[in-house]
């Protein structure tokens, strides 16, 4: 038996690592125990091992029927087959059309000039908003799930908001996030905007719309001090070592400070590989990239 991480997560208290486990073969093991989550403090010292090697995590809770090997870089850890099923079942996918399960429109901002639309399951909460990494976010809408797409829908072709923000940009820009006010403000432009698409045609009758009420998560994310943004792991190899102490989590992704700087680890690299405990001071000896210049930001908060 061994335990195969299964992501971050995002409750309202705060981040945890989900961990699943295993069997001889791979296979998931059912029943109570058969589960479990780490909680994460900032603060807190983390080290781990990858080892063998990455295999396909399935699909909607079942096995890969072929064990496929997988690519260390996919932060899908899926095989092109469990990708195909994995995907025709989600709501991103259009084709759950009669889920009748209420549904929510959110704007959400991950930095400047960075403000997109979507849509989430109202049982939810705002999970998907912390999974996503959203900086501050403000709920626009609520009502059936054709309301709300056709609302994110009619955002795109009116005022040109996108429903997509390339991951490498949020990352990006922790370090220079500006004030309080100025993060607010631009969600409240565009939620002006959207708002006054409901007085013209196109807005779905059966989409009631939602106060403006921001939500910042910069607290939550431990985003409301001093961050760097030094280096991302691009990848785990076997017998590659990833340690540090926590300083920052936002998304899928963890800040660790080590020896040489700030890390940034996207947990979704993790998930497939047979991970074992390791020194959190052995620091990181698993593929990295720039992508902050070592920027620091400067505490405008």
């Not at 989600?90 to 889920?99: E, G, K, W």
């Not at 993060?183 to 009631?208: D, F, I």
């Amino acid at each position: 038996m061994s335990w195969h991480c299964t992501g971050l997560r995002w409750p309202p208290e705060g981040p945890v690592l989900g961990w699943q486990k295993d069997g001889a073969k791979g296979r998931a093991v059912g029943g109570a125990g058969s589960t479990r989550v780490s909680v994460l403090a900032y603060g807190k010292e983390l080290g781990f091992r990858a080892g063998g090697e990455r295999h396909c995590v399935g699909a909607r809770g079942n096995v890969c029927p072929l064990g496929a090997v997988v690519s260390g870089r996919s932060t899908g850890a899926r095989c092109p087959e469990c990708a195909r099923l994995d995907r025709a079942h989600s709501v991103a996918a259009d084709t759950i059309a009669d889920d009748p399960r209420t549904y929510r429109v959110y704007l959400a901002w991950f930095g400047p000039g960075m403000v997109k639309v979507g849509i989430t399951a109202e049982e939810r909460g705002a999970a998907r908003l912390r999974e996503q990494g959203a900086v501050v976010f403000s709920w626009l809408g609520r009502g059936p799930l054709m309301a709300a797409r056709r609302t994110e829908e009619l955002l795109r072709a009116a005022l040109g908001v996108p429903d997509r923000i390339p991951y490498a940009r949020k990352r990006a820009v922790r370090a220079v996030l500006p004030g309080a006010a100025e993060r607010v403000a631009e969600v409240e432009e565009l939620y002006g905007r959207a708002a006054a698409l409901e007085r013209g045609a196109g807005w779905p009758q059966s989409l009631e719309r939602l106060p403006f009420d921001p939500v910042d998560h910069t607290g939550v994310f431990g985003l409301d001090g001093p961050v760097e943004v030094g280096r991302a792991v691009t990848e785990l190899v076997d017998g590659g070592v990833v340690g540090g102490r926590l300083v920052a989590a936002a998304g899928p992704d963890l800040h660790l400070a080590t020896a040489d700087g700030v890390v940034v680890l996207d947990t979704r690299l993790m998930t497939g590989w047979e991970l074992v405990g390791a020194d959190a001071r052995s620091g990181v000896t698993v593929p990295v990239v720039d992508i902050g210049g070592g920027g620091v930001q400067d505490g405008l908060f």
